[in-house]
C-alpha cells in the first residue's frame, strides 16, 4: 500500500482517499495508484478545515467559510496565515475558527518580499475549487512556485517587482487594471498622461495575456492617498 498522497504526491500520507463523486480533478492526481490523502490536503477536504466559522467585524456577525476558498502562506508545513484555531457555535453547527485572513496588499508583501524557505504560497481567485493540493513548495526567495487558482507560476522575485511597479504607475496615473489587463485605455485618461505612461505600458505590454501579469493585478495596489 502506498504511503503517497493520491492528490499532491507526498509521502507519509495516512487519511483514506474519500473524494466526492463530484471531484472533476483526478487527472491531475500526482499519486493515481494511491488510496491514501495526507493530512494537509485532507483537511480542507473531509477534515478539521473543510468549513470554519469567521467573524465578520464589518457585519457583526459570524460567517461560515469553505475551507477551499482561503488564501494561504505556509513555513514548511506550518500554516501561518490564516490562522485557524478555537472553536464556535453559531446556528448548531460547531467549526474551527479562521482569522486575520489574508489581504491582498499582504499578498503583495509576500511575493516581493518572501519568507525565508521552506514556504508555499496558495492564491485564491474564485474559492470555488481546491487548490491546495497542487501547490509546490519554494525553496529560493528569488525564484519560487506560486498556487495562483489552478495555475503554477513560477516566479522571478526581480521581474515580479519590476512589473508591478509599472503596472501601479499606470493605476496611480488613473487607469483601472481592466483597461491595464487589456490594454484598451480610455482615451480620456490617455490624453491627460499622454506620453509619460509610455515607459510603464512598454514593460507591462509583453506580459498581457498571460498569468503572471494576473497574479500582479491581482495583488496590485494603488498608494494610499489615491485610494481615498
Given at each position: 500500500m502506498?504511503?503517497?498522497?493520491?492528490?499532491?504526491?507526498?509521502?507519509?500520507?495516512?487519511?483514506?482517499?474519500?473524494?466526492?463523486?463530484?471531484f472533476?480533478?483526478?487527472?491531475?492526481?500526482?499519486?493515481?495508484?494511491?488510496?491514501?490523502?495526507?493530512?494537509?490536503?485532507?483537511?480542507?477536504?473531509?477534515?478539521?478545515?473543510?468549513?470554519?466559522?469567521?467573524?465578520?467585524g464589518a457585519?457583526?456577525k459570524w460567517?461560515?467559510?469553505?475551507?477551499?476558498?482561503?488564501?494561504r502562506?505556509?513555513?514548511?508545513?506550518?500554516?501561518?496565515?490564516?490562522?485557524?484555531?478555537?472553536?464556535?457555535?453559531e446556528?448548531?453547527?460547531?467549526?474551527?475558527?479562521?482569522?486575520?485572513?489574508?489581504?491582498?496588499?499582504?499578498m503583495?508583501?509576500w511575493?516581493?518580499?518572501?519568507?525565508?524557505p521552506?514556504?508555499?504560497?496558495?492564491?485564491?481567485?474564485?474559492?470555488?475549487?481546491?487548490?491546495?493540493?497542487?501547490a509546490?513548495?519554494?525553496?529560493?526567495?528569488?525564484?519560487?512556485?506560486?498556487?495562483?487558482?489552478?495555475?503554477?507560476?513560477?516566479?522571478?522575485?526581480?521581474?515580479?517587482?519590476?512589473?508591478?511597479?509599472?503596472?501601479?504607475?499606470?493605476?496611480?496615473?488613473?487607469?483601472?487594471?481592466?483597461?491595464?489587463?487589456?490594454?484598451?485605455?480610455?482615451?480620456?485618461?490617455?490624453?491627460?498622461?499622454?506620453?509619460?505612461?509610455?515607459?510603464?505600458?512598454?514593460?507591462?505590454?509583453?506580459?498581457?495575456g498571460?498569468?503572471?501579469?494576473?497574479?500582479?493585478?491581482?495583488?496590485?495596489?494603488?498608494?494610499?492617498?489615491?485610494?481615498?
Amino acid at each position: 500500500m502506498s504511503d503517497f498522497c493520491y492528490l499532491c504526491g507526498n509521502s507519509g500520507a495516512t487519511r483514506p482517499l474519500k473524494l466526492a463523486a463530484s471531484f472533476t480533478a483526478h487527472s491531475a492526481a500526482r499519486a493515481p495508484h494511491s488510496d491514501r490523502l495526507c493530512n494537509r490536503c485532507d483537511a480542507p477536504i473531509n477534515g478539521s478545515e473543510k468549513l470554519l466559522w469567521y467573524w465578520h467585524g464589518a457585519k457583526s456577525k459570524w460567517s461560515r467559510l469553505w475551507g477551499r476558498s482561503l488564501t494561504r502562506l505556509y513555513l514548511a508545513d506550518r500554516l501561518v496565515c490564516p490562522v485557524i484555531e478555537g472553536s464556535h457555535t453559531e446556528r448548531g453547527k460547531a467549526f474551527p475558527i479562521v482569522r486575520d485572513l489574508p489581504t491582498r496588499a499582504q499578498m503583495r508583501g509576500w511575493l516581493l518580499e518572501p519568507p525565508e524557505p521552506p514556504f508555499t504560497i496558495v492564491i485564491a481567485e474564485s474559492g470555488q475549487k481546491h487548490i491546495l493540493p497542487w501547490a509546490i513548495e519554494a525553496r529560493d526567495r528569488d525564484y519560487f512556485p506560486v498556487q495562483l487558482e489552478l495555475d503554477v507560476i513560477w516566479v522571478r522575485r526581480a521581474e515580479f517587482a519590476a512589473i508591478a511597479a509599472c503596472f501601479e504607475s499606470l493605476m496611480t496615473m488613473g487607469f483601472s487594471k481592466t483597461e491595464i489587463l487589456s490594454g484598451e485605455y480610455h482615451s480620456d485618461r490617455l490624453t491627460r498622461v499622454y506620453p509619460h505612461h509610455e515607459a510603464h505600458e512598454d514593460v507591462v505590454a509583453p506580459y498581457r495575456g498571460s498569468r503572471l501579469l494576473a497574479l500582479v493585478s491581482h495583488v496590485a495596489q494603488r498608494p494610499e492617498a489615491d485610494n481615498d
